[in-house]
């Protein structure tokens, strides 16, 4: 009598069930993993971009990290444009020169600026940016081609998933250095605008989508001592705490993406300069000049978040 060979029917059903039934387990499992892996390569490419402005900082011998108004200088008393020659350019201080500025210099490249786990479409790296347009003979810094030149203008086209401090007022003369605070937040995923929990901005905003589940906002966050956190909230405990209105000496949560601040950049309640304010920029809305008179208020309509 001739032995059977291969399976039966039945047999391959039960195998294949048990296959099913594994991979119904480890999926979720795997999505994890992959999930958490993007979240720590983010955090990685942020604290990347912060040793790029302590290098700058070492490199042109300044207590600031990198500030393109000191890069691209106003004239100097002559009227002349000559590197290191000049007072800063406040109205040069935009994210998109910011980033722009540190690509051309060589300080890391275009691609750490996008998140693995970015959401949105307009986002995308910039492959076409021109670093040899680098010219101090002819007052160029960096690229400024309408074409090729860096944008963060997430309306439309944005090169970079990441907001920074705002660069501008007490809040940057105190907190944009290389003194190594370890309490105050100096690049972060981006986030709602205002901080805002309403319904209309916070459940349709894409930043929920970067590492959080699709209802809950949670982003990278890296301090001025280049150590990465993932935050849960809008106000983590681990950063530094603001004047309370109204009371005294007494302190409360900061926001990472609300302005808390007058138009001198000191806080509007009492504080000094300290609230963090992460945003986006891609255009100061302002003339070239040095003059104190430019304040982070006026470049509200030019801050862009989803």
């Known amino acids: 009598m001739k032995k059977r060979q291969g399976f039966t029917l039945i047999e391959l059903l039960?195998?294949?069930?048990?296959?099913?039934?594994?991979?119904?387990?480890?999926?979720?499992?795997?999505?994890?993993?992959?999930?958490?892996?993007?979240?720590?390569?983010?955090g990685t490419q942020l604290n990347?971009?912060?040793?790029?402005?302590?290098?700058?900082?070492?490199?042109?011998?300044?207590?600031s990290l990198c500030l393109p108004g000191l890069v691209n200088r106003a004239p100097n008393r002559a009227g002349n444009n000559i590197p290191g020659q000049g007072k800063e350019d406040l109205a040069?201080?935009?994210?998109?020169?910011?980033?722009?500025?540190?690509?051309t210099g060589e300080y890391f490249g275009a691609?750490?600026?996008?998140?693995?786990?970015?959401?949105?479409?307009?986002?995308?790296?910039?492959?076409?940016?021109?670093?040899?347009?680098?010219?101090?003979?002819?007052?160029?810094?960096?690229?400024?081609?309408a074409l090729t030149r860096f944008k963060c203008d997430?309306?439309?086209?944005?090169?970079?998933?990441?907001?920074?401090?705002?660069?501008?007022?007490?809040?940057?003369?105190?907190?944009?250095?290389?003194?190594l605070d370890s309490r105050h937040v100096l690049f972060a995923n981006r986030g709602v605008e205002d901080s805002s929990y309403a319904?209309?901005?916070?459940?349709?905003?894409?930043?929920?989508?970067?590492?959080?589940?699709?209802?809950?906002?949670?982003?990278?966050?890296?301090?001025?001592?280049g150590h990465a956190e993932l935050a849960q909230n809008f106000t983590p405990e681990s950063i530094a705490q603001i004047r309370a209105a109204g009371s005294g000496n007494a302190t409360e949560p900061d926001s990472l993406f609300n302005l808390e601040g007058d138009q001198s950049g000191a806080l509007s309640n009492g504080g000094q300069g300290s609230d963090v304010f992460i945003c986006m920029i891609d255009d100061t809305g302002e003339e070239s000049t040095s003059a104190d008179s430019i304040r982070e208020l006026d470049w509200e309509?030019?801050?862009?978040?989803?």
């Open 92 to 103: 040069r201080n935009s994210h998109a020169n910011l980033y722009a500025a540190l690509i």
């Open 199 to 225: 319904p209309e901005d916070y459940a349709a905003s894409k930043t929920l989508l970067i590492h959080g589940p699709s209802k809950q906002w949670q982003g990278n966050i890296l301090f001025g001592d």
């Open 14 to 42: 039960v195998v294949m069930a048990i296959i099913a039934l594994l991979l119904g387990l480890l999926l979720p499992a795997l999505a994890k993993a992959r999930q958490t892996a993007r979240q720590v390569k983010c």
């Open 111 to 145: 691609n750490i600026l996008v998140s693995p786990s970015e959401a949105s479409g307009n986002v995308l790296v910039n492959s076409i940016y021109d670093i040899a347009a680098y010219n101090p003979g002819t007052d160029v810094y960096w690229d400024e081609d």
């Open 154 to 179: 997430l309306d439309n086209v944005c090169h970079t998933s990441y907001g920074a401090m705002l660069l501008n007022g007490k809040r940057k003369d105190r907190k944009w250095s290389n003194a």
């Open 301 to 306: 309509s030019n801050i862009s978040w989803d």
């Open 48 to 63: 990347q971009i912060f040793k790029g402005n302590l290098i700058w900082s070492t490199d042109n011998q300044q207590d």
